[in-house]
Every structure is written in C-alpha cells, then in structure tokens.
C-alpha cells in the first residue's frame, strides 16, 4: 500500500506495518511515562493535602516564620549550651578527681589506726595531701601540695601510699576497661 503523502516525505518505500509497529511502541513508552507522572502527581496531591492541612496561606507564612524564629532561638541556645560545657569541661578538670586515703597507727602504742593521710587531686594530678597525726596529747594536722602526682617536700611512707592510691586509681579503671573490652 503506497501512500502520496509518504512519497512526498521520501518514505514511500517503507512498510506501514513497520510504521505501525514504532508508532504503537512509542504509544506503549507514553503511556507508561504518564501513569509514572500520574503516580509522582498523586503522591505529591497527598504530601501537600496533609502539609496544608487546616492551613490557608496567611497561617502558613506564620508558620513559615514560627519555624524560621524556632530555628534562630534553636541555634542561640545550641551555642550557649556549647559554651557552658567548655566552660563545665574546664572547671572539672580543676576539681579534685582522684582520692588516696591511708589509715595508720603513728605511734605503734596508740591502736585504732586514729591517724590518716588524705590525698585530693584534679585530672593532671595536681592538688593537696593532709596529714592527720594523732597521738595520746592530741590531733596535729598538715598539708603538702601535690603538683604532678610530686611533691617539693620529702613524703613519709603512708603519704607516698596515698599518692600513690589516688594517682594509679585513674590507671586502674583505665585498666579495668581495657580488660573488660578484650573480653
């Protein structure tokens, strides 16, 4: 089947079966590319159905700029609470972290273990030792100042005990996690 129009064009030589054939492919990729958009366009209809829910354009806006004024008062207080934490993080490294405390008998006639030596350092092992003697006249009490897990003054051994409690208590719950992780 020749057509005139198809001569004119220069495809006269063509089989229309073939002709018909593309053009029924291409019908088939149309409609398929339109039930896609239908379903785009349905679901959409349903996100903006619920997002305009009760909503006209002026009581958007406010809410447009509720939200905008939540975000900058969001942001203020994400800022100062960040500055708080530095601000805590620093002050806790300061106060005293680590304990080391020895009971002892100073004089051996006494008993009880009456006197004590107290060791208080911060996270750089840093702080103070009080020793509290006690013997039958009395209590008699002094400190030593503690910087680095050292002392300038010679320590007897109950206070180097003490020391030595409060700085390896770190060590020690370091060393208890790690065994705790290997299991």
Known sequence: MESAFFNKIGLGGIDIGYLFLIILILIIILIAGTAYIIYQNVKFRKAYRKFMKGS?????????FQMCEEQDSLRKL????SREIKDLYAKHQTAFQKVGLVKYDAFKEMGGKL?????????????????????????????????????????????????????????????????????
């Open 115 to 183: 006197s004590f030596c107290l060791v208080l350092l911060d996270e750089n092992d840093t702080g103070i030792l009080i020793n509290s003697i006690h013997n039958t006249s009395g209590c008699y009490c002094y400190s030593k100042r503690i910087k680095n897990g050292k002392c300038d003054i010679v320590l007897g051994e109950e206070e180097q005990l003490a020391v030595d409690k409060a700085t390896r208590r770190k060590m020690k719950i370091a060393k208890s996690n790690e065994s705790d992780n290997e299991e």
């Open 78 to 81: 994400g800022l100062k609470h």
């Open 56 to 64: 006209t354009a002026e009581s958007l806006e406010e809410k447009v």
